[in-house]
T-cell receptor
């Protein structure tokens, strides 16, 4: 079963605009991760945010985490055509429990 | 190349045939994961190994599926008597177990089509 649920499921923006994707989850977590997947290929890890963190930045990426609402958001600023991909959140309960992926947001950046 | 590799990248088979996929993780990683991903969905966990021990198997992993990691390095995933519903992308990932957090590094996947 998939715990994370991304919103929206699809997003289309113009190059240069910001893109925001949201992820909601159900159970407690140790950390939450965001991954990117280009069409039909493997996933690439983007950023990890721990349960005791509220915000984290990496280049043009900004991730927030609200554990009281069990939600996270990924913001991509100044989007580029190369950002076109599917983005997945993955929740890690910690210990020996498995990481669970959401269904993803498909982002299209139009040049 | 120090990334995760998977072979073959594509496999087309007829229903009822057996197929085997291979995953070579990043060399120092002790954890290895298998996932299945169908179109429009996120990866679904199948099983994972810590070194050579298979620690967890998903209910998705029917009796027709078997995975091994005999020497704690590469792993194989075998599907016996394939069915059309097995058509999917099979992803392998590896990680280095850490106390606080771990990041999984994914291979490019093996795309299986069962005719």
């Amino acid at each position: 079963s998939q715990q994370g649920e991304e919103d929206p499921q699809a997003l289309s923006i113009q190059e240069g605009e910001n893109a925001t994707m949201n992820c909601s989850y159900k159970t407690s977590i140790n950390n939450l991760q965001w991954y990117r997947q280009n069409s039909g290929r493997g996933l690439v890890h983007l950023i990890l945010i721990r349960s005791n963190e509220r915000e984290k930045h990496s280049g043009r990426l900004r991730v927030t985490l609200d554990t009281s609402k069990k939600s996270s958001s990924l913001l991509i600023t100044a989007s580029r055509a190369a950002d076109t991909a599917s983005y997945f959140c993955a929740t890690d309960p910690g210990g020996y429990q498995k990481v669970t992926f959401g269904i993803g947001t498909k982002l299209q950046v139009i040049p | 190349d120090t990334g995760v590799s998977q072979n073959p990248r594509h496999k087309i088979t007829k229903r009822g045939q057996n197929v085997t996929f291979r995953c070579d993780p990043i060399s120092e990683h002790n954890r290895l994961y298998w996932y299945r991903q169908t179109l429009g969905q996120g990866p679904e966990f199948l099983t994972y190994f810590q070194n050579e021990a298979q620690l967890e198997k998903s209910r998705l992993l029917s009796d027709r599926f078997s995975a091994e990691r005999p020497k704690g390095s590469f792993s194989t995933l075998e599907i016996q008597r394939t069915e059309q519903g097995d058509s999917a992308m099979y992803l392998c990932a590896s990680s280095l177990e850490m106390r606080v957090e771990e990041t999984q590094y994914f291979g490019p996947g093996t795309r299986l089509l069962v005719l």
